[in-house]
């Protein structure tokens, strides 16, 4: 079956019914039409008819090139369709033959696709900026294309709830990618699904914090460390040390070696970072 044949709404059980009872009366008038490929494209609803009253189908082929079109023209001539079913038919059709052709081809899909729905504006009466909605449901709104076809709910009410989906959509795809810049392992984490872009957020923050605590805390360590350090230079402080006034453990050559080294990567790390 041809993927716009399949987005048809079906007839109801009524009208199946009196359907299978004018073919057994009068036989089938209109033969079920085929794609070149054998797949059903018109007759859907004749063909089970025919099945349910014993009666032999007969069968004819299209011959043309756009069978989408086809199927959506003489279906919209028997049926009472709105526009936005059409609409919305029409671009899960579109969207059926693409998955089908995208693995053979290697066309530009977007181009073809803006030609596809300007052809088939064109040939059904529907406007492209409908066919855009439609195509906005399908994206954002997929459990809401069939209530569409079926016309339990219109196309403007279903496009405005696609289109508040598209926007929180958007909305955690912008924090995802700056979440991405700001610590790439927590947004793997998200992809990965093992963390919610909420708990993200707030693990970001809570390490953003604890960062700040520690540039404090090693802040304040420094200042109370080096700038004494600095001012012992050429005093003979040093000359005058003696352990046995010493409070804690005694400053040992291999403490002065440790003092050096942190000195040294100290120094490396404010030419590094430009500071004065």
Not at 84 to 102: D, L, Y
Not at 161 to 174: C, D, I, L, S
Request: aromatic content about 4%; hydrophobic content about 40%; proline content about 5%.
């Amino acid at each position: 079956m041809h993927p716009t044949t399949a987005s048809l709404p079906l007839l109801g059980e009524d009208e199946l019914t009196a359907l299978a009872i004018n073919i057994q009366d009068n036989g089938l008038l209109q033969p079920i039409v085929l794609d070149r490929h054998g797949r059903l494209l018109d007759g859907r609803c004749r063909l089970a008819a025919c099945e349910r009253v014993g009666v032999e189908p007969a069968f004819t082929t299209y011959q043309g090139d756009t069978p989408d079109i086809y199927v959506l023209s003489v279906n919209l001539h028997r049926r009472h369709l709105s526009k936005g079913q059409v609409a919305m038919i029409a671009v899960k059709a579109r969207s059926a033959s693409e998955q089908e052709e995208r693995s053979a081809s290697d066309h530009d899909e977007r181009s073809e696709a803006e030609q596809t729905a300007r052809s088939l504006g064109k040939q059904v009466g529907v406007g492209v900026a409908v066919l855009g909605r439609a195509s906005t449901v399908l994206q954002h709104a997929p459990d809401l294309v069939d209530p569409v076809i079926n016309g339990t709910m219109g196309l403007d009410e279903a496009y405005a709830v696609a289109r508040e989906n598209k926007e929180r959509a958007n909305g955690a795809e912008a924090q995802l990618a700056r979440l991405r810049e700001q610590d790439p392992e927590l947004a793997d984490r998200v992809v990965a699904g093992t963390l919610t872009l909420a708990g993200a957020r707030a693990e970001y923050t809570e390490r953003v914090e604890e960062d700040k605590r520690q540039r404090r805390v090693a802040t304040r360590l420094l200042e109370e460390l080096v700038p004494p350090l600095a001012q012992t230079r050429g005093t003979g402080t040093f000359s005058r040390y003696d352990p046995a006034y010493a409070t804690d453990a005694p400053i040992t050559r291999e403490t002065i070696a440790h003092a050096m080294t942190a000195l040294t990567e100290m120094a490396q790390v404010w030419q590094e970072r430009d500071l004065p």
